[in-house]
């Protein structure tokens, strides 16, 4: 798979170049830019989507001087897609992650994450806190007893959910893969280009306070409801450059949706991994958290989801954005500053 056809760069040090990382277990393709010598910057993507996300922050940073990577990670574009559900547990991908960083000389990096990508990084410096100079997780808060239902389900936020109406609050979209995961995939592969395009959307502020339309998943029958395929929609260019979108889709349209949804079967591995990390899983580098107001899903403004990260990270910075779930992709330019900003006024 190439990322040739996306579009052209200024200067040659800050070209998205393709490579692949293999091991005994696991190959791992990235992309990469800047100096092979700079300081390293690693961002790591989430459901459902590539290294190629991060182009915007990649060229940035590179420009400034990083030597920046975002791998594909296990199920994702050009990395291996095992066939096992198990084989999508965190402590799997994080083992994958050491992998890639050894490879790439093993100093303490700076790790950037996104959705999922967000777990990765929280769970490989938990545990090998060796690894990292500072975090930056996007949209999804760090759960310090793993990411999974039993911890995030608390936390939902009962006068938008009322516990006998919405059991799963926001999350029931994540029920209904460890219920009916078949049905699920299925319904996502119907039309791989338009799922993924129905998927990344712009934030909408009407939304704050509001039912998700995530949280009725189960109770229509799936995400795309009696159709159980998604509505003919057009990405949106914005967020997505056409031709890396155009790669995205090539990549879902070699394994389909299942792998990157077998994330979501590992509850128990994942919480039993978690506990596994020293000091509860606190973290003692510093965090940039960055929110996006208008994420129905995993927006920390107004409850409790925040709550476990603020008591695990030692040194915790938290800014909002007004943007969905896709902060990287809405707020490029913006999410780029505010890494800057942090980098800076921590030394980093």
Known sequence: MSISSGAALQTPSSALVSRTFTTPRHSTHYIACGPADGPLMIFVHG????????????????????????????????????????????????????????HLGGKPAIWVGHDWGCVVVGELVAHQPERSRGIV???????????????????????????????DGQWDYYRYYTTHFEAAVADLDADLAASLASIFRPGNPAGIGKVSPNAMV?????????????????????????????????????????????????????????????????LSQPVLFVNGDFDQICSITGNRQGDPMRAACADLIVTSMPSGHWLPLERKAELIQAIRTWLHGKNL
């Open 47 to 102: 459901w459902p989507t590539l290294s190629l996300m991060w182009r915007a922050q990649m060229e940035a940073f590179a420009a400034d001087g990083w030597h920046c990577v975002a791998p594909d990670l296990r199920g994702y574009g050009g990395s291996s897609v095992p066939e096992a559900n198990d084989a999508y547990a965190i402590e799997e991908v994080v083992a994958d992650m050491a992998e890639l960083h050894d």
């Open 137 to 167: 997780l996007t949209s999804l808060a760090y759960q310090p007893d793993g990411h999974a239902l039993r911890t995030i389900v608390p936390l939902v936020d009962r006068t938008i959910y009322p516990a006998d109406q919405y059991p």
């Open 218 to 282: 189960t109770r229509n029958g799936g995400r795309f409801g009696a159709a159980h395929r998604a509505p003919p929609i057009q990405p949106d260019p914005a967020l997505w450059p056409p031709a890396d979108f155009d790669v995205l889709v090539q990549a879902f349209e070699a394994h389909g949706f299942r792998p990157s949804c077998a994330w979501y079967l590992n509850d128990d591995a994942n919480i039993a991994y978690a506990r596994k990390a020293a000091n509860g899983g606190r």
